[in-house]
């Protein structure tokens, strides 16, 4: 077997144990790596129920066949567990060192579970695995955490950690690596706090086993150097993600106020044009030539690393225009280890709650220094305040009431990305029916929609394009773990990709072979679902009520007085569930699972409730 190391390496906090297990070359090619790998084994090995902060939850480090060879953006891991936030499976995708030190150390996975009795830190290096205590670093922010890690170990090695959030179980703690990384929006910090698993060090120096190594290397080093030259074309690196910005502005799609207006006057003062003005430095992942992490100086001088998501709902969102203040809010995130997503929707959410009477509190739409202060007591989970915003916006709406859930910016439990879709069909389908919950990562229509569909429609051809873009993005992407910037920023071919891994494991996938081993991992996210949420309908792939309410339609701009139609977007959902073989509950039918080989797993999880 080639490309992959074979081995997953089980780590037992509780017991101070490891052990590297094998894996067969059948499940390497069934579920191939990276999301393919945690969904498949946290549905083997977690019982349904299970507290996700408990010691039974298990937290996994995934790659891919092609994570950590030098080829373009292959520096990327993923983070997975059961998710405290949304309470079934989630992951996240972050470009870290350990992508190729894993994989160098001899594993695919690394597989943590049961809880250290003190802050511990795992330092992996080959075959060794080290419990070292961290008392000196817990209850430090992960900036500090990372220099004291590099202090010790140098800059040379692999690392993922966490802040406060994770340690005080906020329950969308973010995992970090590097200078800017982060990712695992689910929660996946908080599971590493609840293990008081304070970081993962590791160090590898073997040959990942490839199929032709010279051709592999000849390749990727080549295809890298030709995708950093489209970049300097294109100027990517000099706005990042941030380039979106204007145009959300312009078409009405910027989240403003809690979604509750879909564009602002002031929008350019945060956009792409001003943070590559205000730009201090630009980072990367490792093996990465379009490096997209800018970063400016915030109001207090310090290095803040921005992108559209985090300028997105912790500025226009909070009606927070002044650049260097968003960047506080980001550089606090980042030091708690806090997902900016969420947290600027929970905040803009508690806002909107207070001017609607659901609660009272003391907190208004535009306040940059009362946010800093609530993303404090939310990260130390300090008081009655810090503990219902470290809980997530569906839990605030519970405790409030008071139709709030309406206007509570998230689906499954997951806030949404910032992308308004208050009159957007295809991407309100995107968001509604991701598998974790309101992520852009899956299915990200709405450009393509806006520039070559009629905004208007609800047709199949929009859910057939959801599905294409989950295929390629929650799915390819995620199993062989690449960065998939060079294809949706740059228009660098994904044929390379199947081209890519056929060279380093010596098969000969098609690009419909990606596709379905993509389809059966969408499946098996939906089976964790369902097997955790029996009574689920087809309501829990809905956005959220807000964007249907024309009381909440716009009252001059592009999409003035329009909004959501909720039987049209009902018949969306049930072409995009014709088209997945789905049946009418959004579940899988008998011929669609037996089609990607599923059958075992929906028996398993029929067991708790009526799903065959
Ligand atoms: C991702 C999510 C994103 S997606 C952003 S900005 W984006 C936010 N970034 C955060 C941050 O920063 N600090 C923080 N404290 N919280 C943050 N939360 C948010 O997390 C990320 C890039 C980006 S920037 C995107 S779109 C792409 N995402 C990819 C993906 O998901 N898969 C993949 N195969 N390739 C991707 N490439 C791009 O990577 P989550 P990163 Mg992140 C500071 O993980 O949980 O999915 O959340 O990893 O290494 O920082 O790069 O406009
Ligand atoms: Fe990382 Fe950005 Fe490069 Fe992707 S494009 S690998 S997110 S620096």
Redesign the pocket.
Known sequence: MFGWTGNILRIDLTKKTYKKETFSEEFAKKWVGGRGFAVKILFDELKPGIDPLGPDNKFIVALGPISGIPAP?T??AVVAAKSPLTGFYGDGNL?TRVSEHLRKAGYDALLVEGKADRPTLLYIENDKVEFIPADEIWGKGTYATNDWIYGKYSKRVGVLNIGQGGENLVRYAVVRSMEGRAGGRTGMGAVMGSKLLKAIVVKGTNDIPQAANDAMRALGSGDLRKVGRIDKQTGWSTQGTTGVLSWCNEVAALPVRNFRRTHHPDAWKIDGERLNVARIATY??PN?T????ITIHDSEGRESELDYENIGLLGSNLEIFDLCQVASLNYLCDDYGLDTMSAGCVLSFYADAIEHGAVSGDFMFGDAERAKLLLGLAARREGKVGHMLADGSLRMAMQFGKSSINYAMQVKGLEVAAYNCKFIPGQALAFGVAPMGAHHKEAWIITYELKNTTRESYGPEKAAKVIELQRIRGGMFEFIVA?R?PWVELGWDLDNYPKYFNTITGLNWSSDDMWETADRIYAMIKLHYLREFPNATRQGDYPPAIWFDPSNADTEGPIAGKVLEIDKYDRLLQHYYDQRGYDHRGIPTRATLERLDLVKEAVEAAKYGNLL
Not at 290 to 293: A, S
């Open positions: 953006n520096g990327k470009g990367g992942c990465c379009m490096r997209c992490g960065c910037f």
